[in-house]
């Protein structure tokens, strides 16, 4: 692995699909209203929740803020990274074009999981950001080194896991090449990350927890915002991430094995 | 003769798009699942005994929210993305000197998918009745079949909507960026997510003046057995289609006229 090249090769990457996208200028402005309207919507649902009952699943309605607001982010950066390139496996699979990707003296993992960049998302991240200061500001929380620290590390934890689902999902299609619908599941499951896990039955919270760990993207790292978390809690999801990167390289390599051009 | 033709035309559009259909059963399947969200909200809402501040007895809400998840897999379109597709890669061409509006191609392909989807769909009721026995109940023959017409008509007010936004590829292209800005109030607002009588009454007043409650939150209601308004229902939903219609036909008369076949 040589770093310099791949970041240099990463560089050409951001810029052909920059130029591309920026072609479509008022999509980008569509975007960025639905990205504002959702977090309305969802805000909007959770004032529901909150109208007779001060709680839901322990949190107040200013602590259920801050799952929405790093939602938002990490739904941005999907947006951006994540929905482009994994939808784009889909069609090299069915189209036979993995072939050239995999002719490439590049690594295929970077270049399908990188490749693609859509702006609109950042708009989302940067949404998202505004509601998580505004949150850090109405929940009176103190900042200091190792809370930004913990907080980083537990974010980054969740974009591991949530790219490594992307992908193992995306890789399936190595199998069954018509996996868009997989996608929308996963979307769909995913959604409850807008809710704090405490506020479903027990038997949802495991299923979340352990076979779609859904319940670390969001709710730990609002946990650490909050102060609320415990040490074991962090380290868990240290733990998950590293298994769910390690094995979403696994699995790819072997994936690959199973990989029959589509031409021939 | 000329109804005879109609009916041939109809019924062979049917029954290809029905075979068509069938060989994408697992994505039909998944894309049921997909449909689960109303469950999860479900759960929110029982478990956090929410239900009590609106006056709906936990098995009447399992239910509204089991009728959510039924109206919404036979109300589902997405026309505008074939559509997109179709104009983008120039397929459309060829339909266009057909003697036949290709929405009626679209309108039987939904048709097809509907018929593919309603075993998996009552499989995924089976399940959800498991888990609530004491939501277990049977609709009058009226009733129901009030409610398959009604959940009918909100697919044409959708389909006319979907149409409506798919006809301005004539102009931009990419369309489906405003069918995903149309997609987010038709989420929060049409009763998917909670049910419209729980909405705070600033929203209330003007809801029902739009079509989104008659979308969801009408032909759930009726079918569940909540209350609701038939007769008023049933008009607006036939009064948006009225409105709708027109349109339709203006705007597709509009483009075709700018249609510039794209890809050949």
């Known amino acids: 692995m040589n770093l310099r090249k791949y970041l240099k090769v990463y560089k050409k990457f951001l810029h052909t ?33 909150f109208q007779n ?11 259920a803020l801050i799952i929405q607001a790093i939602y938002t982010i990490l739904n941005g950066i999907t947006n951006t990274w994540f929905n482009p390139n994994l939808t784009e496996i889909v069609k090299h699979i069915r189209e036979g074009t993995l072939d050239f990707v995999l002719l490439k003296p590049i690594d295929s993992q970077f270049f399908i999981s990188l490749k693609k960049i859509n702006p609109s998302g950042f708009l989302e991240i940067m949404l998202g950001f505004l509601l998580l200061f505004f949150c850090i ?22 974009i591991c896991i949530l790219y490594s689902l992307w992908f193992f999902i995306s890789t399936t299609t190595i199998w069954f090449v018509k996996t868009w619908n997989a996608i929308e599941v996963l979307r769909s499951f995913l959604y409850i990350g807008r809710f704090p896990l405490s506020s479903f039955s027990f038997s949802l919270r495991i299923f979340f927890s352990v076979f779609i760990p ?14 609320l978390s415990v040490f074991w809690k962090i380290l868990l999801e240290i733990i998950v991430a590293t298994i769910f990167l390690i094995n979403s390289r696994k699995f790819w390599l072997f994936a690959l094995k199973f990989y029959s051009s589509a031409s021939s | 003769m000329m109804s005879n033709l109609i009916n041939r035309k109809i019924f062979t559009l049917l029954k290809v798009q029905y075979s068509n259909m069938l060989e994408y059963r697992v994505e039909i399947a998944l894309w049921a699942i997909s449909g689960i969200i109303p469950f999860f909200m479900l759960n929110i809402w029982t478990n956090n005994n929410l239900n009590e501040s609106i006056n709906i007895s936990n098995a009447m809400l399992s239910r509204y929210f089991l009728c959510a998840f039924f109206v919404r897999q036979f109300s589902v379109v997405w026309v505008v993305f074939s559509f997109e597709e179709d104009s983008l890669m120039g397929k459309l061409s060829p339909y266009l000197i057909q003697p036949l509006n290709p929405f009626f ?5 939904h048709l097809a998918e509907q018929i593919t989807r309603f075993p998996f769909a009552l499989i995924i009721a089976f399940f959800f009745f498991i888990f609530n026995p004491e939501s277990i109940w049977m609709p009058n023959l009226g009733i129901l079949l009030l409610s398959i017409v009604s959940t009918f008509l909100s697919f044409l007010i959708q389909f006319l909507i979907q149409s409506i936004v798919a006809c301005i590829c004539f102009w931009t292209e990419k369309a489906s960026s405003i069918e995903r800005l149309l997609f987010i109030p038709t989420l929060f607002l049409s009763g998917l997510l909670a049910p419209v009588v729980s909405f705070p009454a600033y929203v209330k007043s003007w809801i029902y003046l739009t079509p989104f409650p008659y979308l969801i939150d009408f032909p759930a209601n009726l079918l ?26 203006k705007i597709w008369s509009e483009g075709t006229k700018k249609y510039t076949a794209m890809g050949s």
């Open chain 1, 214 to 227: 859904i319940a670390f993207i969001t709710t730990i790292p609002s946990e650490v915002f909050l102060g």
């Open chain 1, 137 to 158: 500001r109405i929940n009176q929380i103190n900042l200091n080194l190792s809370f930004l620290t913990l907080s980083l590390i537990t974010i980054s934890c969740s």
């Open chain 2, 224 to 249: 569940s057995g909540n209350e609701t308004n038939i007769s008023g229902g049933l008009i607006m939903q036939i009064l948006w289609i009225f409105i709708l219609f027109p349109l339709f036909k």
């Open chain 2, 105 to 109: 191609r679209y309108f039987a392909q």
């Open chain 1, 53 to 63: 009952s001060g709680y839901i699943g322990g949190w107040k309605f200013e602590q």
């Open chain 1, 17 to 49: 699909s920059l130029a591309s996208e920026l072609e479509y200028k008022t999509n980008i402005l569509v975007d960025l209203i639905t990205a504002i309207l959702s977090l309305v919507g969802s805000i909007f649902l959770l004032s529901i929740f």
